[in-house]
């Protein structure tokens, strides 16, 4: 039983390394869910002005492995029912990516996300039209055109 305390112990290091570099060096980011109490492997971390399903092909090109779902929703584009009930606008709730760690994980591999993730997120939010720094902003109105997006995925995720 020791040994299974030793794991959860290094593993929950490597969720909060991982976890609180992205939130302290990626702008416009959130945990989604207490900081505690909760599972010692698992974070799940919103991204706004960004796609999950976007920034998950980018990770799997890089041999990286996370998701924006429960496993019971894999594939669809709907948000997560269980982030939407926690009061996640649809579209925070879309920007969402789940990160979980086991016992094989390595300090290095969290540092491989560390290092790779800001320029995939940059990446993604330099051609989003939601990002409130796009260049194109100046041409329409981009809180109204939040706020209509807001109200169509609402709509449709009620249907």
């Not at 939130?23 to 974070?43: D, F, H, M, Q, W």
């Amino acid at each position: 039983m020791g040994h299974l305390k030793d794991e959860n112990t290094r593993v929950r290091a490597l969720r909060d390394k991982l976890e609180n570099t992205i939130l302290s060096t990626i702008s416009n980011t959130v945990r989604n869910g207490a900081k505690e109490p909760r599972l010692p492997n698992t974070t799940n971390i919103a991204f706004d002005f960004v796609e999950a399903e976007a920034v998950l092909l980018l990770l799997d090109q890089l041999g990286i492995c996370a998701s924006s779902g429960s496993a019971c929703t894999t594939g669809s584009l709907d948000p997560s029912h269980v982030l939407t009930a926690m009061g996640l606008a649809p579209m925070r709730a879309r920007g969402s990516v789940r990160f979980s760690l086991g016992i094989y994980n390595t300090e290095a591999e969290v540092d491989y996300v560390l290092k790779h993730l800001p320029g995939i997120i940059k990446k993604l939010r330099d051609i989003s039209p939601l990002n409130p720094e796009h260049p194109d902003n100046d041409r329409y109105d981009i809180e109204a055109a939040r706020q209509k997006h807001e109200q169509d995925m609402a709509a449709a995720v009620s249907e």
